[in-house]
């Protein structure tokens, strides 16, 4: 791929040619509108983007596509590079860096399951020791010690179904997970349905539980989402039930931030309407660890799976116009990410059977 150089910093310039430009915003809405899904922060996102689009770009680079302050894209930058998410190279005989995705666009799924894979480790170490503690609270009979000692129970249970569902996306073989899973015992499927009861934690029981939120927001398993959804999303996984007005009281929001993020998840089918009083307050429940999880995963891939046919119509318009376009700086890059998704997503639909066979079981 041929690069233009910049007069000014005496640097290749890594910007696609203009004829190609409404290719390049096309798949930028495509990621961003799957990131939009999983509630990452905008600004990272956008970012994110260009440099999976672009391989790589210097701060310059990104200011021009982005739009975004210098002092943004810096702050930003460090966060990502910090995290090893992106990596950071000088140009030789320069003071300007290039930032980009360390290692191949093939390794971009392997990766994110790699990613995936170890953070359970450590969060599965840290859970089974708060666990330890909750044991010791319940046998003092703690109120909610009880309650979120089963609740973890189905957490690191959904670790294992993960464990398993991620190694076994490669193999397009349904049938080999669900045996693979039917080996296995499981609490997080588990439906309880009955009385909705009140959840209140005793002081020492509120203070683990604010520590389990924190790892799980702070966890690489949830990277770059929006952290107070991360936090809502998580007292669903501890408390169970929850009225909105709980919410507001925990977390400090207002009314309208607690309707606006619980409405978006009863679209996402994470949580349901439990219980409504004669007064008409609606009380929100997550019957299940488990299922919350399986259902954010599904959720995000799902919408993956939905541009399959506008990547398909842009791939025949690259291929109609290849004679005119093939010479311009960023075809091949371009023509190239539009292989890799298509040739993703199958796998991805593939994550998507076996979840639903799962949650079927």
Do not use: C
Request: aromatic share 8%; charged share 30%.
């Amino acid at each position: 791929m041929t690069v233009e150089e910049d007069s000014e910093t005496k640097t290749k310039r890594h910007l696609f040619n203009e004829k190609l430009r409404k290719y390049e915003d096309k798949i930028a809405e495509f990621l961003l509108d799957i990131a939009s899904t999983k509630r990452v922060n905008p600004k990272i996102s956008t970012i994110s983007s260009y440099l999976l689009i672009h391989d790589k770009l210097t701060q310059k680079e990104l200011k021009e596509l982005t739009g975004f302050s210098m002092g943004s894209i810096s702050t930003l930058l460090s966060v990502m590079t910090g995290t090893g998410t992106f990596q950071k190279e000088r140009i030789p005989q320069t003071h300007t860096f290039t930032y980009s995705f360390p290692g191949k666009l093939e390794d971009l799924t392997t990766k994110g399951i790699e990613i995936a894979l170890t953070t359970f480790g450590p969060l599965e170490t840290y859970l089974k020791n708060k666990k330890k503690e909750l044991k010791k609270l319940a046998e003092k009979s703690k109120e909610g010690a009880e309650h979120l000692l089963q609740r973890l129970d189905e957490l690191v249970d959904t670790f294992e179904i993960y464990k398993i569902l991620f190694p076994l996306m490669n193999r397009n073989s349904t049938n080999e997970v669900l045996k693979e899973l039917s080996t296995k015992s499981f609490k997080l499927i588990k439906r309880e349905k009955g009385e909705v009861k009140k959840i209140s934690f005793d002081p020492e029981v509120y203070l683990i539980e604010d520590d389990i939120l924190y790892q799980l927001i702070t966890s690489p398993m949830f990277s770059g989402r929006d952290p107070m959804f991360i936090r809502i999303l998580g007292y669903f996984i501890t408390r169970k039930y929850l009225t909105q007005k709980k919410l507001q009281g925990i977390t400090g929001l207002s009314a309208g931030k607690i309707s606006e993020e619980v409405n978006s998840l009863l679209e996402n089918g994470l949580i349901e309407r439990s219980d409504i009083s004669p007064k008409g307050k609606i009380t929100y429940g997550a019957e299940s660890v488990g299922i919350i999880l399986l259902k954010l995963s599904r959720s995000t891939i799902n919408r993956m799976t939905k541009w399959n046919d506008k990547l398909l119509e842009i791939r025949s318009e690259l291929e109609e116009n290849r004679i005119n376009l093939k010479p311009l700086n960023g075809y091949d890059r371009i023509y190239k990410i539009i292989e890799f998704f298509l040739s993703t997503i199958p796998k991805y639909t593939i994550f998507i059977d076996m979840v639903d066979k799962v949650l079927e079981a």
